[in-house]
């Protein structure tokens, strides 16, 4: 449930609102780790003048110089016509062979077994041929041909290998405070056209959060938006779940009380969000040992009810979730289904407190949230692995019932959607 929509449905006697034509804009002072804005991000909502210089795939052309086997190695060493140099290990390069007795080509799969693999090999010949490939002729005298393009893209040197982490899964983000204007898109255009879907998909990514207008004020639209990108995730609340105020309520999003910033089960009303990763970034730099604390401790949720079926949920989480290189790379955490279970030994309670503390306080300073009301047809679509929202307490009157739909899904189906959007918009620009 790492990606959620949730569209603002209309009260009762209430008239949808006219559809806000704002250019998208994310304006904050940018801090010293805030990645910058990606063009696209700029002209999301200008019919026809998407600005989309981010979203496409780079164009090059690399020219191999030479090529020759490092035997004592087990390398091949490309040099390429710019002067720059790649290595590549021999046993990579027999395993990723491209020939079709090796790789199924319309699945761009792998058919050699790796049981088949000799993980020793040495080659007999490796050249240049006369269309800028690179040839090697293996001991067993199977020949694999590698495309000059393919090779440099998988080159191992670390920045290489960043660029392509960065094109497969877009990890920079802009990071952002109280100063933040939500990005903003059309409903109708993101439907209907692939480079508006590609802009929002991208500002998603990077901002954690986009507004869509214009979309008709009635149960249904966040599913038409979902079957955009791929399909809804089922949960214990349904394929789609409505946020309504309800009598013995089996979640607190269905009262009308003040909800504290959380992930996972968004409400509506005056609403506050904030930038988990950058809150996570300042309690990294304000107090160390606390973001230790949170990303080291497991802590036990709890969710007990019925809706869609019956469930009782149980997790343990990391309160801040870090890579394997020390990246936030998701947040957890809802005040109200935090477990009185708390597996922990005894002295590592009160340090625990003291942590979280210290990061909740630290979303709720004014100046990191950023506050917004969404009107009937409003759908906004967030990061919920990054963003933490809450909304403040309000007055529910039987003539106009809040109500709002909402759904889930995973950022692999968001990321893959992203993906096969660029790749169109590229071949058709």
Known sequence: MSTVARSAL??????TSAMTRQALRACRRPGPTAAPLPPCLISLHLRGRHTLESASLPVSRHLVRHVRALDDDRQMEVEWEDGGHSLYPFTWLRDNCQCPLCTLQSAQARTLLLADLDIHTGVDVVEVTN??????VWPDQHISVFDAEWLKKRCFSPAARQAMQEELFLNRRYYWDSTLRIPSADFDEVLRDDKAALAWLLALRRVGMVYLKGAPAEQ???ARLAERIGYLRLTFYGHTWQVQDK?????????????SLHTDYPAYGCSEVVDGFHMAEQLQREDPEAFQTLTSLRVDFTDTGTDYCDFMLQSKNCIIDVDADGRVVK????????????DLPVHQVQPFYRALKAYVDIM?????VVTYRMEPGDIVTFDNWRLLHSRKSYISKPERL????GCYLDWDEVMSRLRILRKAVHENS
């Open 402 to 405: 809040r109500h709002l739909e």
């Open 220 to 222: 249904g639209q966040v």
């Open 331 to 342: 947040i957890n955490y809802n005040n109200a289904t935090r477990d009185s279970v708390l």
């Open 247 to 259: 009598p013995m309520a089996n979640n607190v999003a269905y009262t009308s009380g003040k909800l």
């Open 10 to 15: 209309p009260a009762l006697q209430r008239s």
């Open 364 to 368: 709720n300073r004014p100046e990191n």
């Open 131 to 136: 269309d800028n490939k690179v040839s090697i």
